[in-house]
């Protein structure tokens, strides 16, 4: 249907801490792979999961052999590649790369470098996929010598943030026009973590155009601090020390901590979950 529009990469995440022999299948997914039939060996191990998931590890070297054996592989040259781990640190880098983005599990999409926060829905999916409102980044809208103050309304209160466009001109200037254009208006603090963040923004939203990580000296050592991802943004709870390095500072919140505490917590990625807070709009002022 989307022909050349469409790429799809697949990266392992193997869950190690509740499957003990995740990363080994991985591996044997990959030596299939080789033999041009990783597709065929990963859909052989999710329909008989529950044949090996209970098995000792040590047993999973032959079941994974059995399997390449089904699929009409070279089974020497596939029980070679996992005794001699041959994928090993593929899989490794793939995975340290997933913990590292603090992912939540699987399955896990990105879509064009955002990640995508699993509403149940197709058409979710597929909204969030297509080309955004906006051509192109926005027009500069700012000016580094003035202050900027992002007030954040919602039913409970008003939250807000001194924006630092000196610190990260490009995402603080994505923020105000997205801001004034009424891009955050009916969005949600969609997700709220108790002592950890409050993300908001749109989850399924899609603004067109990505703006690089601007990574300073700040730190996230403090609740209210406000950081970017895309057209989205958090606010600590608590220090986050984790985070140091890894996100864009764009502000922090001087006044309206407590209505940002007092948020319920919430989980977009959880159907049974209640909605975030809503905001009702972003209002910028310029001094």
């Known amino acids: 249907m989307?022909?050349?529009?469409?790429?799809?990469?697949?990266?392992h995440f193997p869950l190690v801490n509740?499957?003990?022999?995740?990363?080994?299948?991985?591996?044997?997914?990959?030596?299939?792979?080789?033999q041009g039939a990783f597709w065929e060996m990963h859909d052989l191990l999710f329909e008989r999961f529950e044949e090996w998931r209970s098995l000792p590890p040590?047993?999973?070297?032959?079941?994974l052999t059995g399997y390449a054996e089904e699929l009409g592989l070279d089974t020497e040259r596939f029980a070679q590649d996992l005794e001699d781990h041959t994928y090993q640190e593929k899989v490794q880098a793939q995975y340290e790369d997933a913990v590292g983005m603090q992912l939540g599990g699987t399955p896990t999409f990105i879509v064009n470098g955002r990640l995508y926060l699993r509403d149940v829905s197709l058409d979710a999916f597929i909204r969030f996929s297509m080309p955004?409102?906006?051509?192109?980044?926005?027009?500069?809208?700012?000016?580094?010598e003035r202050q900027y103050l992002a007030t954040i309304r919602t039913g409970k209160g008003d939250i807000t943030i001194e924006l630092y466009p000196d610190q990260a001109p490009v995402n603080v200037n994505s923020f105000v026009f997205l801001a004034r254009d009424g891009w955050y208006d009916g969005a949600r603090f969609y997700q709220v973590l108790p002592d950890n963040v409050a993300v908001a923004g749109n989850p399924i939203g899609n603004p067109g155009y990505l703006c690089e990580p601007e990574i300073g000296e700040l730190k996230f050592d403090q609740a209210g601090v406000v950081g970017a991802f895309g057209d989205h943004f958090f606010i600590t709870l608590a220090p986050q020390p984790n985070l140091d390095g890894r996100?864009?500072?764009?502000g922090r919140v001087v006044s309206g901590m407590e209505v940002l505490q007092s948020l319920a917590p919430s989980d977009f990625?959880?159907?049974?979950?209640p909605q975030g807070e809503v905001i009702e709009t972003i209002v910028i002022e310029e001094k």
């Open 18 to 34: 509740i499957h003990d022999k995740a990363f080994l299948a991985a591996e044997g997914a990959e030596a299939a792979g080789a």
């Open 58 to 63: 040590d047993r999973m070297v032959d079941v």
């Open 2 to 11: 989307y022909g050349e529009n469409l790429r799809f990469v697949y990266r």
């Open 247 to 250: 996100f864009t500072i764009i």
């Open 132 to 144: 955004g409102q906006y051509d192109a980044p926005p027009p500069n809208v700012i000016e580094g």
């Open 269 to 273: 990625g959880d159907p049974e979950a």
